[in-house]
């Protein structure tokens, strides 16, 4: 029994250090922020709650005590991860960028969002809402 719980938990720690390596691989490589955004809120959150999970079964196999500490940590992670991941993309798109390709768009004036305009239609379009 001993033997299966020990191979369980070293599969377990194996598979969420992949898991945890995906994730980290994809923050890096991928183009964008929306899509550099996906691969830790996924394959991190699962790595982690794999490391969780091997914990878990460890200490109530061979320590003899269960505790809540790990399943108060993947409900955590598992509730604030996405929650997260949805506020950093609502702040970018917030930002005025193109997902696709992390650009800044033209504005509703004609300029994008990152350089000021033309001292000359500041001051006109003061004098029309007068």
Partial sequence: ???F?????????????????VGSWGMIRMPDLMTRLHAPTKATTL???????ASIT???VFEGQFTAH????????????PITAQFLAKAHMHRNLDP???VPRAGEHGWSTYEAPAPSEVADAGDRHH
């Fill in 70 to 81: 790990e399943l108060l940590i993947s409900m955590f992670l598992f509730l604030t991860a």
């Fill in 47 to 53: 790595g982690v709650g794999g490391a969780l999970l």
């Fill in 100 to 102: 696709v390709r992390d």
């Fill in 5 to 21: 719980v020990e191979i369980l938990v070293s599969v377990l720690i194996v598979v969420s250090a992949l898991f945890l390596l």
């Fill in 1 to 3: 029994m001993t033997l």
């Fill in 58 to 60: 460890y200490f109530s």
